[in-house]
């Protein structure tokens, strides 16, 4: 996938997106089919880019700072230029094949679901547990009954019920099914993530400690 002029962060975050696709699209398949099923890209896309960052975050690869710069710049700004930016779960897919500027739609919406979900149950478990405990335990399930996304999206669903202690299922349809974008509000639940109004910065506090309960 790399091209001869490529820099080296740029290589960095490829393989660490491509390697993580062996837990997320490999493991956890969206479908047993061998084309890629286009309503399950929020996830097999947005969550590895999720993790992509954290997991580069983790190493020292990039720095809290310039963390915060990627989530802000490539990632909420981009979707709120997007003019595309509120279309449906279907649209999108519709799209797909004929509109080159929506195929980075579900990269940037997947992402920003999967960190509300990430701040969500970190909230609701007081820091102890985040998104990757979530991960951990679909990934066993669905790696143990060779099952996929879309042969029991139901587990998904119903695993992430208990982890948010809310309706995962009311989210997803506001989110990720109708393509609502998310708010300031429904992300300002933890005292060391910060986000403006209209969600165009996210502030992360610079504690040794706050940053810690970042990297879960």
Same mark, same amino acid.
């Given at each position: 996938?790399?091209?001869?002029?490529?820099?080296?962060?740029?290589?960095?975050?490829?393989?660490?997106?491509?390697?993580? +696709?062996?837990?997320?699209?490999?493991?956890?398949?969206?479908?047993?089919?061998?084309?890629?099923?286009?309503? !399950?890209?929020?996830?097999?896309?947005?969550?590895?880019?999720?993790?992509? !960052?954290?997991?580069?975050?983790?190493?020292?690869?990039?720095?809290?700072?310039? !963390?915060?710069?990627?989530?802000?710049?490539?990632?909420?700004?981009?979707?709120?230029?997007?003019?595309?930016?509120?279309?449906?779960?279907?649209?999108?897919?519709?799209?797909?094949?004929?509109?080159?500027?929506?195929?980075?739609?579900?990269?940037?919406?997947?992402?920003?679901?999967?960190?509300?979900?990430?701040?969500?149950?970190? +909230?609701?478990?007081?820091?102890?547990?985040?998104?990757?405990?979530?991960?951990?335990?679909?990934?066993? !399930?669905?790696?143990?009954?060779?099952?996929?996304?879309?042969?029991?999206?139901?587990?998904?669903?119903?695993?992430?019920?208990?982890?948010?202690?809310?309706?995962?299922?009311?989210?997803?349809?506001?989110?990720?099914?109708?393509?609502?974008?998310?708010?300031?509000?429904?992300?300002?639940?933890?005292?060391?993530?910060?986000?403006?109004?209209?969600?165009?910065?996210?502030?992360?506090?610079?504690?040794?400690?706050?940053?810690?309960?970042?990297?879960?």
């Amino acid at each position: 996938y790399a091209s001869p002029d490529i820099t080296l962060y740029d290589y960095q975050k490829l393989l660490y997106h491509e390697m993580m +696709h062996c837990w997320i699209g490999i493991k956890i398949k969206s479908t047993h089919q061998d084309e890629e099923d286009y309503s !399950y890209l929020w996830f097999t896309e947005g969550f590895t880019e999720y993790f992509t !960052y954290k997991v580069m975050l983790q190493n020292g690869i990039i720095t809290v700072d310039e !963390y915060q710069k990627i989530i802000n710049e490539e990632f909420f700004d981009w979707l709120e230029k997007s003019p595309f930016k509120s279309i449906s779960n279907q649209e999108l897919g519709e799209k797909m094949a004929t509109e080159e500027s929506v195929m980075q739609l579900p990269y940037k919406r997947g992402l920003i679901f999967a960190l509300l979900l990430d701040i969500k149950i970190k +909230h609701a478990h007081q820091n102890k547990l985040g998104l990757a405990d979530f991960m951990k335990e679909i990934l066993c !399930y669905y790696e143990a009954e060779d099952l996929s996304l879309n042969d029991d999206f139901q587990f998904f669903a119903q695993t992430c019920d208990r982890y948010i202690k809310g309706s995962f299922d009311e989210l997803f349809k506001t989110h990720i099914t109708k393509g609502v974008p998310v708010t300031a509000l429904a992300l300002n639940l933890l005292p060391y993530l910060s986000f403006s109004e209209n969600i165009d910065t996210l502030q992360i506090s610079p504690s040794p400690e706050d940053i810690k309960m970042l990297m879960i």
